[in-house]
Nanobody
Framework: QVQLVESGGGLVQAGGSLRLSCAAS????????VGWFRQAPGAEREFIAA????????HYADSVKGRFTISRDNAKATVYLQMNSLKPEDTAVYYC????????????????WGQGTQVTVSS
């Protein structure tokens, strides 16, 4: 069983940066792909970025491509989301999720979820 805990959220001005972390517990985390999703107030949860078990394959939503970078350190059982050039529309609760091996943009395919971390970008 994989348990996930997000951290690193907070309040930042537009144009600023934040790095989110998704720390996992469980002996087989290196076998899991991880996705980041976000949910803004009044909106549905949406896919942001994903990385496969080895880190060799990544995928981004068009809305964050070129600004956000997903990476992982399996030795630390942690996945990161580096967010640069933040915009007010990036304000949301950010969640990480895990599923075995390969990533997908379909949130229903992820078996394990963290509790979320709030990111607020002021204009």
């Amino acid at each position: 069983q994989v348990q996930l805990v997000e951290s690193g959220g907070g309040l930042v001005q537009a144009g600023g940066s934040l790095r989110l972390s998704c720390a996992a517990s469980g002996p087989t985390f290196s076998r899991y792909a991880v996705g980041w999703f976000r949910q803004a107030p009044g909106a549905e949860r949406e896919f942001i970025a994903a990385i496969n078990w080895s880190g060799g394959s990544t995928h981004y939503a068009d809305s964050v491509k070129g600004r956000f970078t997903i990476s992982r350190d399996n030795a630390k059982a942690t996945v990161y989301l580096q967010m640069n050039s933040l915009k007010p529309e990036d304000t949301a609760v950010y969640y990480c999720a895990a599923r075995l091996t390969i990533w997908t943009t379909n949130q229903r395919s992820y078996d394990h979820w963290g509790q979320g971390t709030q990111v607020t970008v002021s204009s």
